[in-house]
């Protein structure tokens, strides 16, 4: 089974950096696609960036030169580095994996998630 438990939110000011780490266990990470989504109040849950088995990544319009995923296979970590905050970044965050190759930053195909951490940018 796989297990994912996300780190790292907090409140931080408009245009601050914070980092979201996800430690993983029970898979073998060359073999999962893996992902960061996030979720506002009243809205739905939304992809944020992912990374290929090949390494490759996806990142969404909103967030295209600020946000940068990566992975360290050899501590089944997978970051998420989020520079030039904004208030409509505040969201809770999720760590996300899929067996097999991504298939675009829906959530639908993500079949494994972490409870979440809680990132609040004020203005």
């Known amino acids: 089974q796989v297990l994912l438990m996300e780190s790292g939110g907090g409140l931080v000011q408009a245009g601050w950096s914070l980092t979201l780490s996800c430690a993983a266990s029970?898979?073998?990470?060359?073999?999962?696609?893996m992902g960061w989504f996030r979720q506002a109040p009243g809205k739905e849950r939304a992809g944020v960036a992912i990374?290929?088995?090949?390494?490759?990544?996806t990142y969404a319009d909103s967030v295209k030169g600020r946000f940068t995923i990566s992975q360290e296979n050899a501590k089944n970590t997978l970051s998420l580095q989020m520079n030039s905050l904004k208030v409509e970044d505040s969201a809770l965050y999720y760590c996300?994996?899929?067996?097999?190759?991504?298939?675009?930053?829906?959530?639908?195909?993500?079949?494994?998630w972490g409870q979440g951490t809680q990132v609040t940018v004020s203005s």
């Open positions: 996300a994996a899929r067996w097999g190759v991504c298939a675009g930053l829906r959530a639908g195909p993500f079949g494994y």
């Open positions: 029970g898979h073998t990470p060359s073999t999962y696609c």
């Open positions: 990374v290929d088995l090949d390494g490759s990544t």
